[in-house]
């Protein structure tokens, strides 16, 4: 199983990233994806979460209108599209993918990808 982010980086305030994660090992559909993150100092807080088929989605109140998350389950790929950011937007991001079976989870994570909003 891998789950591996990219599209992080440096962006002034009021500008726009693209996160995307690229999943492989499991089956992508199958699962709901997230994107975490944690601010230096601060506990790991769901930003956006994607069901598995992609028909509904949910986000943080700090995030809502600002960031958009999608999928492409054909390409086992999970996006952030992140615009207007804001220096408190800053933190590592983590995509998750979490699956419930009965009584079995599943909940993989990749390594995280830096974000910094800073002019």
């Known amino acids: 199983v891998q789950l591996v982010e990219s599209g992080g980086g440096l962006v002034q305030p009021g500008g726009s990233l693209r996160l995307s994660c690229a999943a492989s090992?499991?089956?992508?559909?199958?699962?709901?994806m997230n994107w975490y993150r944690q601010a230096p100092g601060k506990e790991h807080k769901l930003v956006a979460t994607?069901?598995?088929?992609?028909?509904?989605?949910n986000y943080a109140d700090s995030v809502k209108g600002r960031f958009t998350i999608s999928r492409d389950n054909a390409k086992n790929t999970v996006y952030l599209q992140m615009n207007s950011l804001k220096p408190e937007d800053t933190a590592v991001y983590y995509c998750?993918?979490?699956?419930?079976?009965?009584?079995?989870?599943?909940?993989?994570w990749g390594p995280g990808t830096q974000v910094t909003v800073s002019s």
């Open positions: 994607i069901t598995s088929a992609g028909g509904s989605t």
């Open positions: 090992g499991f089956t992508f559909s199958s699962f709901t």
């Open positions: 998750n993918a979490y699956h419930s079976d009965y009584d079995v989870s599943y909940d993989y």
